[in-house]
């Protein structure tokens, strides 16, 4: 059965570690950021985050009911930045542009910890604050509750699939990662129009495009398809 957690006046009156450092759920997770980035997901654990806060590792319990739990609250973490100092402007369609190419952000700037939350449900406040302003911004443009379903869906699930598929390249070795760019121009660009003709005249666009991410072109069809809709049926009911 897993440890209840401690609640936070509790823990303020803890002593300090060793060190000298009072510990904060925020401490804690900050801290497992840098070792995700520094050591990635091999690396995190409870004992070496013990030893990066200067603490028992029994001391996380009181904070988190495990280091999934603590999984959890990273992925809270990197949304809680990516809505920091956003603010809607009352244009559905760039404000959910906007908080697309936030969020796909925030985790490529972790792609350690990307690529342990992006499949995950935390259930906390900076989810639950992103979630509502995506289903707030489809209502009011007036699309219907189940069309608003829908394209929250595809919204959340195409930012997040895009935000792995970009973190795991980031996280490929340096060496693993320049090799995999350099086939475009190594291989592709090199390949016969007699045998490869489709591949032969796109080389050189292939070559520019391919080692970008594809998420805001992505999320650009998907406001069209949304838009048209809109536009189609200018005045659907909302109930």
Not at 95 to 103: E, H, N, T, V, W
Not at 121 to 137: F, H, K, T, Y
Not at 205 to 220: C, E, F, I, N
Request: hydrophobic content about 45%.
């Amino acid at each position: 059965m897993a440890k209840p957690v401690v609640p936070e006046e509790k823990r303020r009156r803890r002593r300090p570690t060793r060190s000298g450092t009072v510990l904060s759920e925020q401490l804690i997770v900050e801290t497992a950021l840098r070792m995700l980035r520094e050591h990635g997901s091999a690396g995190f654990t409870a004992r070496r985050l013990g030893l990066a806060l200067d603490c028992d590792p029994s001391t996380l319990y009181r904070y988190f009911r495990g280091m999934d739990d603590l999984t959890l609250a990273i992925a809270d973490a990197l949304i809680g930045r990516a809505l920091r100092g956003w603010e809607p402007t009352g244009e559905w369609r760039a404000d959910l542009r906007a908080m697309g190419l936030r969020i796909h952000a925030a985790y490529v700037a972790h792609p350690q910890a990307a690529q342990l939350t992006t499949s995950r449900v935390s259930g906390r406040a900076n989810e639950l604050a992103a979630d509502e302003m995506v289903l707030e911004l489809l209502r009011t443009a007036g699309f219907p509750l189940p069309d608003t379903v829908r394209i929250y869906h595809a919204f959340i699930d195409q930012t997040l699939a895009f935000a792995a598929l970009d973190a795991a390249s980031l996280a490929l070795p340096s060496a693993a990662l320049r090799a995999d760019e350099a086939m475009w121009r190594s291989t592709y660009a090199r390949l016969p129009a007699t045998t490869h003709p489709r591949i032969a005249e796109a080389a050189p666009l292939l070559a520019t495009r391919m080692v970008t991410s594809a998420y805001p072109t992505a999320l650009d069809m998907l406001l069209d398809s949304a838009d048209a809709q809109l536009t189609r049926s200018p005045s659907p009911d909302r109930a």
